[in-house]
């Protein structure tokens, strides 16, 4: 059986939001010979820059049924999210299609088709405040790699489209060939944490910040004991100083540091494997399950089997 898989790409689109499930799907079919039939489809056919100059070849968009639509994102996503004709093709290639995914940005262009009404998505963590403004309707969960939610999925920035396309390669072929591709691309079958590691921490002054170096290290050993005296040792500066400092660096404790980076971690897992709960509370430094339990309680109203429960719906 051939899966068409069809991308919506747009002048300024980014280019590795297009070409990162391009490669995915390609090596899948690498492995299962048949299994994808890879479109390229544009309002205008033809050759589409990108933003970074790069041309790609697009057909013109077609009535023909998808098995997949990806909708890419990029700086030029603002055109097709105002352009009637975009966004009628969009709804109908949607309602034929088995399932819808955007990447990055390009949820805007599903929110404004109307996809993601009252459906759960992600994009970019830079553009979750904006996005969130303008589409109210739309349960948006920014720390999230990628959602699922029903048949339309939605993935964070950029490189999150891989994570997207192992996930859905994985529903088509399975575990075990997903793994192999994400062997084939260099890059995690399952990508540990949630885009916060990339985006809050990132804010509290992970990204050239004081405590960038540490902050790194305590990702490495969250199911390590990470005591502020720890830290501070880790950081050579006494324990006082050190909560000072960091407090005032990051804006919050380093306990509530700590307890955030597993939140992130235990939450991805929890949704993103079939791992035991309590394995996930060891892996994780929560140690026990019921510890874990109410720390998902006070972050996300939610306890870890119903997090679970929901991300496979």
């Not at 339309?152 to 396309?165: E, H, P």
């Not at 399952?190 to 590691?197: A, I, L, N």
């Not at 050993?221 to 407090?247: G, K």
């Not at 380093?254 to 991805?268: D, H, I, S």
Request: glycine share 8%; charged share 25%; proline share 6%.
């Amino acid at each position: 059986m051939t899966r068409a898989i069809g991308f919506l790409v747009f002048p300024d689109f980014q280019v590795l939001d297009a070409t990162g499930p391009i490669a995915a799907f390609e090596i899948a079919a690498r492995f299962v010979p048949g299994a994808y039939e890879l479109r390229i489809m544009a309002r205008d056919p033809g050759p589409v820059a990108s933003s970074s100059g790069l041309q790609v070849i697009a057909a013109p968009l077609s009535e023909e049924s998808l098995d997949t639509l990806v909708v890419v994102g990029g700086e030029g996503t603002r055109t097709p999210a105002i352009c009637d004709r975009t966004l009628d093709w969009v709804r109908r290639a949607s309602s034929q299609a088995r399932r819808t995914a955007s990447v990055c940005s390009g949820a805007y262009i599903l929110a404004e088709a109307g996809l993601l009404d009252d459906r759960r998505a992600t994009t970019h963590w830079q553009r979750c405040p904006d996005f969130a403004r303008r589409y109210p309707k739309v349960r948006l969960e920014p720390d999230r790699i990628f959602v699922r939610d029903g048949n339309v999925w939605s993935s964070a920035g950029i490189t999150a489209g891989i994570d997207l396309s192992l996930a859905l390669i994985a529903e088509d072929l399975g575990e075990d060939l997903a793994r192999a591709v994400a062997q084939q691309l260099v890059v995690y079958h399952r990508r540990p944490g949630g885009q916060s590691q990339f985006s809050a921490l990132l804010e509290m002054g992970g990204q050239g910040g004081r405590f960038a170096t540490l902050l790194d290290w305590m990702r490495e050993r969250l199911a390590e004991p990470l005591s502020v005296e720890r830290l501070a040792d880790q950081a050579a500066m006494s324990p006082r100083h050190f909560a000072r400092a960091f407090a005032a660096e990051t804006g919050m404790t380093p306990a509530k540091a700590v307890e955030r980076l597993r939140l992130e971690t235990a939450r991805e897992r929890v949704e993103n494997s079939a791992e035991p709960i309590d394995r996930v509370a060891d892996l994780t430094g929560f140690g026990d399950p019921e510890r874990m339990r109410r720390a998902f309680l006070r972050a996300f109203g939610q306890p870890p089997q119903a997090l679970r429960r929901t991300a496979r719906t």
